[in-house]
Structures are given as C-alpha cells and as structure tokens.
C-alpha cells in the first residue's frame, strides 16, 4: 500500500509563491509517475502537472504553464509543485497522486491513471 501525504498549503497574496509538497510512503515497486490534481471551490477536480517515472518528462495543464514547476526527489520520496505569479483562480485544494501501474502517452492528463491519492492541500490565493 503506498500512502501520499501533502504539506506545504497556506494563504497566499496574488503574485506570490509558495511549494507544495507530497511525500511518497509505503510499499513501492516502481515510479511510474506522479501528478498535482485541483479542486477549485464548487468545481471537479483538475489536472495540474505531471512528472513521468524517469522524472524526464513534465506534463502541465495551459494555465499554469510557465507558473509552476513540478520536481520529484528520489532521496526523499518527495514530490514538489513550485507555484509562481499565483492567481486569484488557482484557489483550490491541491492533491497529489500516484501512478501504480505503467502510464501511456497521454495518460499522466487524466486522473484514472493514477492509483493512490492524498488527501489534499489548501491553496489559497488572496487579493
């Protein structure tokens, strides 16, 4: 059973940073990548990044491109979303998941790829 434990949420003022993180516990066979998921208020869950196994390849969805950044730490089993230049809208408790299973091209995007899950974090970005 692999456990994700987030930390690293808080408040925020538009503009700002701030560093979520996610570590990654339990029995692991393999990375096979891992990924940020959001949930604004009222709203489904979203995707927001993505980082394959090898840690080569880096998925993110249009909004946040070129605002955050995710990183994974092997020596700590840590998963890292740096999030820049914050916005109003990217208010949401953030989770973190875990792929159990090898993922396809494409795959990292959709939220049943992935097989283990936090329990989220909250996000919040004032004005």
């Known amino acids: 059973q692999v456990q994700l434990v987030e930390s690293g949420g808080g408040l925020v003022q538009a503009g700002g940073s701030l560093r979520v993180s996610c570590v990654r516990a339990?029995?692991?066979?393999?990375?096979?990548?891992m990924g940020w998921f959001r949930q604004p208020p009222g709203q489904e869950r979203e995707f927001v990044a993505a980082?394959?196994?090898?840690?080569?390849?880096?998925y993110y969805e249009d909004p946040v491109k070129g605002r955050f950044t995710i990183s994974f730490d092997n020596a700590k089993n840590t998963v890292n979303l740096l999030m820049n230049s914050l916005k109003l809208e990217d208010t949401a408790t953030y989770y973190c998941a875990a792929a159990g299973k090898k993922v396809y091209i494409g795959g990292y995007y959709s939220a049943g790829s992935y097989d283990y899950w936090g329990q989220g974090t909250q996000v919040t970005v004032s004005s």
């Open positions: 980082i394959s196994g090898s840690g080569r390849d880096t």
């Open positions: 339990g029995r692991i066979e393999s990375n096979y990548g």
